[in-house]
C-alpha cells in the first residue's frame, strides 16, 4: 500500500494519495488545496488516479477537487449529508478564503458501510459525524490504517463550533466507531501528525 501525505493550502491540510502497488490504481483524500503539487506527486509515484473522497466538506479539503477530477476524470465522493457544502460557499465556509466555487458537485454519494476500492485496497466508510453532518472516516482493515479526517487528531479531536457541529456526537462517534478499531490502527488525520488508535484511548484529554 502506498500512502503518500501532502500538508496543502492555506491551513496546512494533509491530503493522501493512497495507491494499490500492484495495479498502480490510486485514491486521492482531501485535496485541500496546491492541485499541482498533489497531481507532481501522482505523476512521481506514476499513479492512475481512480476516486477523489472528501472527509467533509469544509473549504479546506475540497479547494482542489476539481483541478483533481479535471485532470484524472476521476468522481468525487463524499457523504450526502455534506454534499451541499460543495457548491454552497457558506456553508463550507469557502466564503472565508474568498472561493465563491470551492467544488464541482459530488458525483457519488458514499453512505456508512459502503466501501472504495482501488486494486485490492478497501476503504470502509465509517460515518463520524460531530465536526460536521457527514464527516467520514475511512477504514483500510487489510493494512490497520485509519484516514479520520476532522474526526480524530493526535492527542485532539475536532472543532464542534461550527454551524452543524456537535460535542456530544463528536465523541459519540469517536467511541463507538473509531476506538472500536483495533490499537495498533494508524490514524491519519486531516490535520497534524498520524497516531494510533491505542494512543488516542490511553492519552487523548479530550476522550480520557
Known amino acids: ?10 491551513l496546512q491540510t494533509n491530503c493522501y494519495i493512497v495507491g494499490d502497488e500492484d495495479t498502480q490504481e490510486a485514491i486521492v483524500i482531501d485535496p485541500g488545496g496546491d492541485a499541482d ?30 483541478e483533481i477530477m479535471e485532470a484524472t476524470g476521476a468522481p468525487l465522493a463524499i457523504h450526502p449529508d455534506d454534499a451541499s457544502m460543495l457548491s454552497n460557499p457558506l456553508r463550507g465556509f469557502a466564503i472565508f478564503l474568498g472561493k465563491l466555487r470551492p467544488s464541482p458537485a459530488a458525483t457519488v454519494l458514499l453512505e456508512e ?36 479526517g476532522d474526526v480524530l487528531f493526535n492527542m485532539g479531536i475536532g472543532r464542534t463550533d461550527f454551524p452543524g457541529g456537535s460535542s456530544r456526537v463528536l465523541l459519540l462517534s469517536i467511541r463507538e466507531k473509531l476506538f472500536t478499531l483495533p490499537d495498533d490502527t494508524v490514524v491519519y488525520p486531516g490535520h497534524g501528525p498520524r497516531t494510533t488508535i491505542g494512543f488516542e484511548r490511553m492519552h487523548n484529554p479530550f476522550l480520557a
Open 37 to 66: 503539487a498533489i497531481l507532481e506527486a501522482v505523476q512521481n509515484l506514476k499513479l492512475d488516479v481512480q476516486w477523489v473522497v472528501n472527509t467533509h466538506g469544509h473549504v479546506d479539503h475540497v479547494m482542489a477537487n476539481g
Open 113 to 148: 458501510g459502503e466501501q472504495v476500492q482501488v486494486g485490492s485496497i478497501i476503504l470502509e466508510v465509517l460515518h463520524t459525524p460531530g465536526h460536521s453532518p457527514g464527516s467520514i472516516s475511512l477504514w483500510c482493515a487489510t493494512e490497520g490504517v485509519l484516514f479520520s
Open 1 to 10: 500500500m502506498i500512502i503518500e501525505q501532502l500538508v496543502v493550502g492555506p
